[in-house]
Nanobody, 125 residues
Framework: QVHLVESGGGLVQPGGSLRLSCTAS????????IGWFRQAPGKEREAVAC????????TYADSVKGRFAISRDNAQNAVYLQMNSLKPEDTAVYHC??????????????????WGQGTQVTVSS
């Protein structure tokens, strides 16, 4: 059974860093595009970053370019989101999900499935 579990969230001060993990079971992460999304209270879920199957390409929301980095570890069967220079506006529940687009990436929530339960990230002093 395909399953994704996010972890690594927490409370961090502005300017700090966190690394989120998306651990997969039931499939190999290198065989699917994996996206990270976030949802803040009262807002719609938005795309943050995505990684395709090999040959790997990575996409980022404009709001996180240069601060966040997505990566994949096939041995751990996990996808990570390294978040640096965090800002209060990064506060949200972060989810990972599998692309329905045959290993490619997308910015659209509807084109992803098998969502994890999410992990809370709070950036506050």
């Amino acid at each position: 059974q395909v399953h994704l579990v996010e972890s690594g969230g927490g409370l961090v001060q502005p300017g700090g860093s966190l690394r989120l993990s998306c651990t997969a079971s039931g499939f190999a992460v290198e065989t699917d595009g994996i996206g990270w999304f976030r949802q803040a209270p009262g807002k719609e879920r938005e795309a943050v970053a995505c990684i395709t199957i090999p040959p790997t390409s990575k996409t980022y929301a404009d709001s996180v370019k240069g601060r966040f980095a997505i990566s994949r570890d096939n041995a751990q069967n996990a996808v990570y989101l390294q978040m640096n220079s965090l800002k209060p506006e990064d506060t949200a529940v972060y989810h990972c999900a599998i692309s329905k687009r045959w290993g490619l990436c997308s910015n659209y929530v509807a084109e992803f499935e098998n969502w994890g339960q999410g992990t809370q990230v709070t950036v506050s002093s």
